[in-house]
């Protein structure tokens, strides 16, 4: 069975700094990983997604992941947040053949002045 | 081009009461899935359908929750006789193919959120 540990509940950073917002996932087979956020009140928007190829990920928004297959990751970065970044980051995977997601139990990114 | 709707965006219902959830796929989009959020949680998925057909329920409990994606007209998530338990966000996702085969993304919708008094 699939799963995914995003370690940090919470990450605190001031404006214009940069971030890493960590992602590991476990599984016996091939996968497709994704990065989603979520606003507050709001549905869930995908920032980027690693389905094969090269092992950077560029997304909206100035964000990039990179897919780690020997470590089972799948960070996400950005070099430079504003404060409208402040929102709930999740990761997510499905197996290859597979049409659901399993997702992680998130990452809020709180970015102040 | 009009994104996944969902309604009502706020739902409340006493104990024992039934809820109805409707979701609307994007145009073009044959696939629909249901996630769960909990509080403080990760999303958690429910059921796949495709027009007419339960693809995956792996997710949904055994009693009480049914879902149905019709040939005309929204998906709906039905929860017979509510418990508290139940209040959480309830969102819909949908794609226009296989997302398993072809990694296409999925789209969510704004979510309802249930409370049971």
């Known amino acids: 069975a699939q799963s995914v540990t995003q370690l940090d509940s919470q990450v605190p950073v001031f404006e214009e700094a940069p971030v890493e917002l960590r992602c590991n996932y476990s599984?016996?087979?091939?996968?497709?990983l994704f990065w989603y956020v979520q606003y507050p009140n709001q549905g869930l928007q995908l920032l980027l997604k690693?389905?094969?190829?090269?092992?950077l990920v560029k997304g909206i928004n100035g964000f990039e992941a990179e897919f780690n297959k020997s470590q089972t990751s799948f960070h996400l970065r950005k070099p430079s947040v504003h404060i409208s970044d402040t929102a709930e980051y999740f990761c997510a995977v499905s197996e290859r053949g597979f049409q659901k997601l399993v997702f992680g139990t998130g990452t809020r990114l709180l970015v102040s002045p | 081009n009009a994104g996944v709707m969902q309604n009502p965006r706020h739902l409340v219902r006493r104990r024992g009461q039934e809820a109805r959830l409707r979701c609307s796929p994007m145009k073009g989009h044959s696939h629909v899935y249901w996630y769960r959020q909990l509080p403080e949680e990760g999303l958690k998925f429910m059921v796949y359908l495709q027009k007419e057909n339960i693809i995956d329920e792996s997710g949904m409990p055994k009693e009480r929750f049914s879902a149905e994606f019709p040939k005309e007209g929204p998906s709906i998530l039905r929860i017979q006789q509510v418990v508290r338990g139940d209040s959480a966000a309830y969102f819909c996702?949908?794609?226009?193919?296989?997302?398993?085969?072809?990694?296409?993304?999925?789209?969510f919708g704004p979510g309802t959120r249930l409370l049971v008094l």
């Open positions: 599984s016996s087979v091939s996968v497709y």
């Open positions: 996702a949908s794609s226009p193919q296989n997302q398993g085969a072809l990694g296409e993304t999925q789209y």
């Open positions: 690693y389905l094969s190829g090269s092992t």
